[in-house]
């Protein structure tokens, strides 16, 4: 039943966690989900060492990051009188993240994306007043005095506890050191909190490796086994067999000599014994193969979305066109996470680093992660062009040139095109006159 008041409702109702479990409510990483509960945050880090595993997220951070990091003034419109301090608060930014101590931002991104592994990833932010020494402007001059970011240093997800109100509302966040058991509260505004994939608000989102985990599991196994066959395949059991009568010592000769086979190029064996090899059957290695392959993916498809950005085998998977798919798939993973690291930087380090330093003049430039891939470029002309033929948008929407990564439209240029659009309507809302008609110009 839907309420009938003027306003909403504005208070939380959906809760999510009983208030008397509350004092009990200080999770950390390993209360997320039973994978975590049962083998621990380490889990994770044992899966990184697999080939495939390290390949995929190495894949997803680099296709990521590629393009780089651009910024964009806030206020577009060269005619708008805040336009100006935009772009100067723009290229004071750009400086400040040129300028980190001993890491790039592209680095910073990349470690954003151990969230992808972790679910969530932490940087503290450490601010710093500029000095003469700093090669940082503001308007031209040295920006001596305001407030920069110095560095962004990564934290170990596993040393982080949030604490949570009934609502998943983050009340407290305190981090141990490696090694000990006693939690610190720190200002939960201090750090950079990113998280790929929320699940349910949860402040510690849901990690791409959890698709994978069986698959890796049963490759830990299947390397067990292969190892065991392989072993067998190279040295076979030798086999000797005696007639009856022989004596206990002579029988104690024969395995002997048959146990020295390993180790030695030679044995010595009596004429009335017999001696041969039992080998493993050479067929088997493509079972374990196929089951390798089958395994690695099952993990691309669980983390990049796609298998075939790394199959060598890609040609045997099908045709082109089913390649092509998989790119696209990939792109769109690929495109969602620049969006959201851009989103989480701007909204938790670029805005808190102009509010500190210009106030409620503070104009946060937009931050994007390059422009998109050549091929998502062409599917979104492709399908703009059909939006605006059928009159669902106007081919002079601001969206349509961020979204392609063009740059804003000059103001000079915008008010020139507005100025021919409206002279063509008017003469075609001329031409459209009946003969005889007489327009309201020409009443006396």
């Known amino acids: 039943m839907r309420r009938n008041g003027k306003t909403p409702l504005q208070r939380e109702v959906g809760i999510s966690t009983d208030r008397r479990l509350l004092q009990f409510l200080e999770c950390t990483l390993e209360d997320v989900d039973e994978l975590l509960e049962t083998a621990g945050i380490d889990e994770f880090d ?4 697999d080939g495939q595993v390290a390949l995929c997220l190495r894949l997803l951070k680099f296709a990521t990051v590629s393009k780089g990091v651009e910024f964009s003034a806030l206020i577009e419109d060269e005619t ?9 608060q723009r290229l004071f930014c750009e400086h400040v993240f040129q300028e980190l101590d001993s890491q790039s931002i592209r680095e910073v991104f990349c470690e954003m994306l151990d969230a992808a592994a972790k679910g969530f990833s932490i940087h503290e932010i450490i601010w710093d007043r500029i000095g003469e020494q700093d090669n940082i402007y503001y308007r031209g001059k040295p920006a001596t005095g305001l407030w920069r970011v110095r560095k962004l240093k990564h934290k170990d997800p596993s040393t982080v506890r949030f604490k949570l109100d009934e609502y998943d509302n983050i009340v407290e966040m305190s981090v141990r050191a490696k090694g000990s ?4 509260p720190v200002p939960y505004d201090k750090f950079l909190h990113f998280v790929l994939h929320r699940k349910y608000q949860k ?19 299947a390397a067990r086994d292969f190892a065991v066959y392989l072993s067998k395949f190279a040295a076979p059991t030798p086999r000797g067999k005696y007639p009856k009568g ?3 010592e002579d029988v104690d000769a024969l395995l002997k000599s048959l146990d020295s086979f390993r180790v030695q190029n030679a044995i010595v064996y009596p004429d009335e014994a017999e001696v041969d090899l039992l080998e493993a059957n050479r067929g088997g290695d493509k ?3 196929e089951a390798f392959e089958h395994a690695d993916r099952a993990i691309a498809k669980a983390i990049l979305g ?23 798939v990939f792109l769109l993973s690929v495109y969602a996470a620049r969006h959201q690291i851009a989103d989480a930087f701007r909204e938790q380090v670029v805005t808190p680093l102009c509010v500190y330093n210009f106030g409620s003049n503070a104009y946060p430039p937009k931050v994007s992660l ?11 002309v492709e399908a703009y062009r059909q939006l605006i033929d059928s009159g669902v948008i106007l081919p002079d929407e601001p969206f349509i040139r961020e979204n392609l990564g063009l740059p804003p439209m000059p103001a000079d240029v915008m008010r020139r095109l507005t100025v021919e659009q409206n002279t063509q309507e008017n003469s075609d809302a001329s031409e459209g006159e009946p003969a005889g008609t007489v327009s309201d110009g020409d009443n006396g």
Do not use: C
Request: proline content about 4%; overall charge negative.
């Open 181 to 184: 058991l006693d939690y610190i």
């Open 370 to 380: 390059g422009p998109v891939e050549d091929k998502m470029v062409s599917t979104m």
């Open 287 to 289: 079972t374990f193969i």
């Open 80 to 88: 708008d009188p805040r336009y100006e301090e935009a772009e100067e």
């Open 203 to 221: 402040p510690y989102g849901q990690s791409l490796l959890v698709g994978a985990w069986k698959w890796w599991k049963l490759k830990v196994q």
């Open 46 to 49: 044992r899966m990184q060492a």
């Open 306 to 328: 796609s298998f075939m950005a790394t199959d060598g085998n890609v040609k045997e998977r099908g045709s082109q066109a089913l390649g092509n798919l998989h790119y696209d």
């Open 246 to 248: 022989w004596q206990q």
